[in-house]
């Protein structure tokens, strides 16, 4: 059974850089037409899109925060990664990261998600 | 980029009630649509994909369906396992876009 596991520091400080990793075990990151993503969730608030990496590398980000992020993926450690910098208290949320079974020409949907990861940007 | 117009925000309901939750594309679709349900202080769970195909595990009072670029989820009866929040996402193209979440609340 595939599953997904967010890792990184809780606490980053303002105009800092976050970085998370998701791992991905009980399956391939390579196999089938897979993007892996990450979604974000302020407290109390809705789901937000943050981007979505292939296994070759290729991205796709929200526009409310291209200038500022970068998702990469490591296929020896069936790892991917986000990086968000310039942080700002607006960034504190939950981090999730997720299988997105997409096809040709569509994005497609999250499944599974790992449990989330609280990540609080304050000096 | 498509913009995913969910309601209502929150509904009260009692268990056996039907509960009937909307989402409307800003553009087509096809059936490029998923519902999410997320419980207090878990991670969302696919209900459904495709607009209307049902996940393995999730019980039958849950139901999708589409009408042009309107899409609804119904559940039939409702349950109290079934008190959470609720989101549609669209999953046609990129970006990917969520709508605002519907919670539904013990009457």
């Known amino acids: 059974q595939l599953q997904l596991q967010e890792s990184g520091p809780g606490l980053v400080k303002p105009s800092e850089t976050l970085s998370l990793t998701c791992t991905v075990s009980?399956?391939?990151?390579?196999?089938?037409?897979?993007?892996w993503g990450w979604i974000r969730q302020p407290p109390g608030k809705g789901l937000e899109w943050i981007g979505s990496?292939?296994?070759?590398?290729?991205?796709y980000y929200n526009p409310s925060l291209d200038s500022r992020v970068t998702i990469s993926v490591d296929t020896s450690n069936h790892q991917f990664s986000l990086r968000l910098n310039s942080v700002t208290a607006a960034d504190t949320a939950v981090y999730y990261c997720?299988?997105?079974?997409?096809?040709?020409?569509?994005?497609?949907?999250?499944?599974?998600w790992g449990q989330g990861t609280l990540v609080t940007v304050s000096s | 980029d498509i913009q995913m117009a969910q309601s209502p925000s929150s509904v009260s309901a009692s268990v056996g009630d039907r509960v009937t939750i909307t989402c409307r594309a800003s553009?087509?679709?096809?059936?490029?649509l998923a519902w999410y349900q997320q419980k207090p202080g878990k991670a969302p769970n696919l209900l459904i994909s495709?607009?209307?195909s049902l996940q393995s595990g999730v019980p039958p009072r849950f139901s999708g369906s589409r009408s042009g670029t309107e899409f609804t989820l119904t559940i039939s009866s409702l349950q109290p396992e079934d008190f959470a929040t609720y989101y549609c996402?669209?999953?046609?193209?990129?970006?990917?876009?969520f709508g605002g979440g519907t919670r539904v609340e013990i009457k």
């Open positions: 996402q669209q999953a046609n193209n990129f970006p990917v876009s």
């Open positions: 553009q087509g679709l096809g059936s490029w």
């Open positions: 495709d607009a209307s």
């Open positions: 009980g399956g391939s990151i390579t196999g089938g037409f897979y993007y």
């Open positions: 997720a299988r997105q079974k997409a096809a040709p020409g569509f994005s497609g949907w999250f499944d599974p």
């Open positions: 990496v292939f296994y070759s590398g290729s991205t």
